[in-house]
């Protein structure tokens, strides 16, 4: 089984990406498939007058601020728009794909984090109408009925809370947890670039390979949402990832070529 | 098994509906939830400046007119505003619902029409970027593998058209085919008003009982939508359906009262 996370960026070629997941599939592979929408969230939320705030939290990380107006956003354009395009993608390609979100029969759960901090500049400031958390449990057997049922599962934020209120996640994050619970030993990360780059915008920095074991030391690499790829990394080995493989999502065969180390090894 | 089919009208009170599921499920009642959004749709729609066209076709049916801009706000509202708040609201009441389009999974199928045909007055006007169709295959495995497995499946539009293209439906009819095919015997259809009424907006002309073989001859009380509803419901009969309740989504124990007769009963 492998877990497959699409990154949400516009250069993406999700034909490219469909293709290989045919021909996985045809090898008798079973896939799970992640996927973000940044990019069409950005821009969805800008026709609606709602812009994608970003905050940064003390220790440095990103993440979009979300209050209940972001969530609706979410849910438009990530289990609507771009989950049921990917899905529609596959089915002509012949894959016979069902797109979840995570709130779809409590597929994603996560404590909702009721109070957060952002930095900005040397202030740090309180966020208390969050609507977002950290996914700790998944419904395992729900992927695991519809791989045994040959359907492939297409999966997306948001995720429920405790309280089964709607929630945004980190999606890296989640996907990582996904990979673990279910015992995946093999996750594809996919985005716009050929890999984990020492340089942010430098492709010719590509790191090859990279310690499981000393992935904190690739910290200072990280840029913004990169920091998020590096601690999902690092939570999917220790629940037993045996391998993940950080790769272009641009490009032709962007799995396959992943597989045989086009981009970036961890393990 | 009961199909509950609830309209997109803004005044439809989900917790209600959702009350009501949980009690029907806690007796051993099997339960598939279509719903609409139109409402939302349409408030989405202006906010987008893409507002919602409505053509009247030759015979008198009024349908949304759905170019690939109109199915992305479907999309949008339908398969991921409306259905995951559903789902969410559902959750809260501890039914462990699964959000589905007719896309994923293949669960709606349709053949496409590639033209049709819009009454502007006196001239009839020919369509052929319509994305839309008729639903006429369900992938009643696929609902059957999700409640045999305790979970409710929640439905709505778009579908997949024969080449896998996303298509507009008429939910109605979609819904019919759907308890048809599914060898349902109930159909609950919620909206916002008491049932069948003679006059259109007139709540004391209510229709208690209406024959089912005589369904045709009611199609003169029938207002724009409603013609619909008419062409779905007998449909559903001819696959075998044996009672639909036409009744009020807005008040306490919507399904409830519509099963004692509060509405309108076809039989």
């Known amino acids: 089984m492998i877990l497959i996370k699409v990154g949400g960026g516009k250069q993406i070629n999700l034909n490219y990406v469909s293709e290989d997941i045919k021909k996985l599939i045809d090898d008798g592979e079973k896939i799970v498939l992640v996927h973000g929408a940044s990019g ?5 939320a800008r026709r609606l007058n709602s812009e994608t705030k970003t905050i940064v939290s003390p220790s440095g ?22 989950n049921k395009h990917i899905v529609a993608k596959l089915q002509q390609n012949g894959i016979n794909a069902i797109g979840l ?25 309180l966020i208390s109408d969050s609507m977002t958390g950290k996914v700790d449990k998944i419904n395992t057997d729900l992927i695991n009925l519809l791989l045994n049922n040959q359907y492939i599962p297409v999966v997306c934020p948001p995720a429920l809370s405790e309280n089964n209120e709607i929630i945004n996640t980190d999606n890296d994050w989640a996907a990582a947890i996904m990979a673990g619970t279910l015992k995946i030993e093999e996750m594809v990360v996919l985005f716009e670039a050929p890999g984990f780059l020492k340089k942010f915008g430098d492709e010719s920095s590509l790191i090859k390979t990279v310690d499981k074991n000393k992935l904190d030391q690739y910290m200072i690499y990280a840029q913004g949402r990169m920091k998020k790829k590096l601690l999902g990394a690092k939570e999917a080995f220790r629940l037993g990832l045996k391998k993940m493989y950080w790769s272009d999502g641009r490009i032709k065969n962007p799995i396959i070529n992943a597989l045989k180390g086009l981009g970036t090894i961890i393990s």
Chains 1, 2 share one sequence.
């Not at 069409?40 to 969805?44: L, M, N, Q, V």
């Not at 990380?61 to 771009?82: C, E, H, N, P």
């Not at 597929?107 to 040397?122: A, D, F, M, N, T």
């Open 61 to 82: 990380v990103s993440s979009v601020y979300t209050d209940t107006k972001a969530v609706d956003i979410f849910l438009m354009v990530y289990a609507g728009l771009v």
């Open 101 to 125: 979100s995570g709130i779809d029969g409590q597929l994603w759960k996560g404590k909702r984090k009721k109070v957060i901090y952002s930095q900005e500049g040397k202030k740090t400031k």
């Open 40 to 44: 069409t969230r950005d821009e969805i």
